[in-house]
Each structure stands twice: as C-alpha cells, then as structure tokens.
C-alpha cells in the first residue's frame, strides 16, 4: 500500500546544475525586470508608493527568503568563508563599508535636495547642503550600521550554529 511513496530517481549532477544556473538567472532577471518597473513608475509616471507596493515586496522579499534560507541551511557562513578565501576585503569589512558608502549617499541626495529646494542664493544652498549632509551622516550611519552589522552578525551567529547542528547527525 505505498501508493504516495516516491521512488528514488537517479540524477544527473550535470543536469541539476544547469537547471540550478536556469533558476538562478531567471530570479537575476525578474528582480531586474522589477526593479525597472519600480524606477519607470516612480520617475516616468510620477507614481506613489501605492503604485509600487509589489515590486517592493517582490525585490526585498526575494532578498529577504533567499538571506533566510542560506542562514537555516547553514550555507551563509559556508559562503562567507568561500568569499572571505578569495577577496582580500572581508565580507564583514565589506559590510561595514556599504553601510557608510550608503549613509553618505542618502546624506548627499538630502543635502542636494535641501539645497535646491529650500536655498534661495547659492551661498544659501551651501550652507543648506552642507547642513543637511552633515546631519543625515550623524543619523543614518549609526542605523545603518546597527542595521546591516546586526544583520551580518546573527545571520553569521545562527548559520554557524546550524551548521554544527548538522555536522552533529
């Protein structure tokens, strides 16, 4: 009565690894389609966050599952230290390194945007950029420190931890 079972198939190794290259460059090219899709609606078309709202949850939450499963696979600390073998800059580092080149970036839109906005000579829209940027260092940095640092840390912590979970059976 084993009318649900499935019998073991035999694979091809090759032919998993073609289908898993398949998979991997469609996802590449439906994150691209939607994020064309978010940037056309937003400057093109003038739209809303309403209007966007599914090309969000389709760019961060793919990132999102795909950050959760290689964590609860153990597979993240694996690439980690594949990466960190071959880079000369640390994962970790590199983390830290996008956090600020991100900060400055957000500081300077905001500077600009402050600056052209508000400014009514140029001296003013200086004074406003410089400011404006300033102050949006001093608040993003932290967070977005705390944010992908914290991340980076227990997604490191939780993957190493299922790791040895799994080198124990």
């Given at each position: 009565m084993n009318l649900f079972k499935r019998t073991k198939k035999t694979t091809d190794?090759?032919?998993?690894n073609v289908?898993?290259?398949i998979y991997r460059e469609m996802y590449h090219v439906i994150m691209a389609i939607c994020l064309i899709s978010f940037v056309v609606k937003m400057y093109k078309y003038g739209a809303g966050i309403e209007e966007v709202v599914l090309e969000l949850v389709i760019l961060i939450g793919g990132g999102?599952?795909?950050l959760a499963?290689?964590?609860f696979l153990g597979?993240?600390?694996d690439e980690v230290e594949m990466h960190d073998r071959?880079?000369?800059t640390s994962m970790s580092m590199k983390t830290i390194f996008s956090s600020i080149g991100l900060a400055f970036i957000i500081a300077v839109v905001m500077g600009i945007n402050s600056a052209v906005s508000y400014a009514d000579s140029s001296s003013q829209g200086l004074w406003y950029f410089t400011l404006v940027s300033f102050v949006s260092v001093i608040i993003y940095l932290p967070i977005l420190l705390l944010l992908f640092?914290?991340?980076y840390l227990l997604a490191k912590k939780v993957?190493?931890?299922n790791q040895e979970d799994d080198k124990e059976l």
């Open positions: 190794e090759r032919i998993e289908g898993n290259k999102v599952y795909f499963r290689s964590i597979v993240f600390w071959t880079s000369k640092g914290g991340i993957s190493m931890r």
